[in-house]
Nanobody, 130 residues
Framework: QVQLAESGGGSVQAGGSLRLSCRVS????????IGWFRQALGKEREGVAG?????????YADSVKGRFTISRDSGAENTVILQMNSLKPEDTAIYYC??????????????????????WGEGTQVTVSS
């Protein structure tokens, strides 16, 4: 059974940083893909960052490019990190990690399409104050 559990959310002032973790069990990210999504109050869920090409490459939404980094945690097995720097109030949202059984072969907007993913965590709240 595939399970994803996010952690690391919280409240921070604009310009600050947060590090989100997604622990994945029952899933092989060697053949699949992991992505991060977010949903702000009253808005649709949107893709933030994801892996493709069997986890060797990354793809980001324009709104977070240069500020957020998705990576694997070298110190914790089966854990994916979303490092968020230079946070803005508009980054406030519930952040979800998601898993796709098959890896994307190429990078493009489909990496951030929620309909492409098979499994979801329950989310963690991130609040950025001005």
């Amino acid at each position: 059974q595939v399970q994803l559990a996010e952690s690391g959310g919280g409240s921070v002032q604009a310009g600050g940083s947060l590090r989100l973790s997604c622990r994945v069990s029952g899933f092989s990210d060697n053949s699949g893909s992991i992505g991060w999504f977010r949903q702000a109050l009253g808005k649709e869920r949107e893709g933030v960052a994801g892996f493709y090409s069997l986890g060797t490459a990354t793809y980001y939404a324009d709104s977070v490019k240069g500020r957020f980094t998705i990576s694997r945690d070298s110190g914790a097995e089966n854990t994916v990190i979303l490092q968020m720097n230079s946070l803005k109030p508009e980054d406030t949202a519930i952040y979800y990690c998601a898993a796709r059984r098959l890896s994307f072969l190429d990078g493009g907007s489909w990496v951030l399409d929620e309909d492409e993913y098979d499994y979801w965590g329950e989310g963690t709240q991130v609040t950025v104050s001005s």
